[in-house]
């Protein structure tokens, strides 16, 4: 399974979200599925931010590489305003390539699983939405890891798929 994490603190969040999804399919990255839209605290970051709106989605990357995908999602932070000015900053919107079937990447631009996956309450609890029992390329069974920091809560139901 091809997951990526979407996250959200600016604007009409569940709406970027979404828009997100549908920018991702009109460029050839179509969900398959969606977590729930779960509400977390900022982790990293400037503490004067606003909570964010998280969700997971499967993928269907068809026969693109994962260096294609990143370019893709680069391209659709762009199209919503995303601007990087204060590194785990409030953003627009976020898109990260959390994994990859079975694949591990280790580039200059992307590492895949993504190196904080496990973690990120953010990114598990939409995860666990997707798969109840997801394994990290070497077979580690993410439910086997301790319980990733952070607080989060579902707020809406999955996303819309196009």
């Known amino acids: 399974m091809v997951v990526v994490g979407l996250g959200a603190n600016l604007g009409d969040r569940l709406g ?3 828009r997100a ?15 729930r839209v779960w509400a977390t605290a900022p982790v990293g970051g400037p503490p004067d931010q606003d909570e964010f ?10 026969t693109r590489e994962p260096l294609d995908v990143l370019a893709i999602a680069n391209d659709v932070e762009a199209t919503l305003g995303r601007v990087r000015l204060v590194r785990w900053g409030p953003r627009t919107i976020d898109i990260d390539l959390l994994l ?9 631009r992307l590492t895949i699983p993504h190196p904080r996956l ?15 029992d997801p394994r990290l390329p070497d077979g580690t069974r993410i439910v086997t ?18």
Do not use: K, M
Request: aromatic share 2%; no cysteine; proline share 11%.
């Open 16 to 18: 970027t979200l979404q």
């Open 21 to 35: 999804v549908h920018l991702l399919a009109e460029r050839g990255v179509r969900a398959t599925a969606s977590s």
């Open 53 to 62: 709106l998280n969700a997971d989605i499967a993928i269907d990357a068809g």
């Open 100 to 108: 990859w079937n079975d694949r591990a990447v280790q580039s200059e």
């Open 118 to 132: 496990t973690q990120r309450a953010f990114a598990v609890l939409p995860l666990l939405d997707l798969d109840p």
């Open 145 to 162: 890891l301790p319980a990733p920091a952070g607080d989060a809560r579902p707020v809406a139901p999955p996303l819309a798929l196009p």
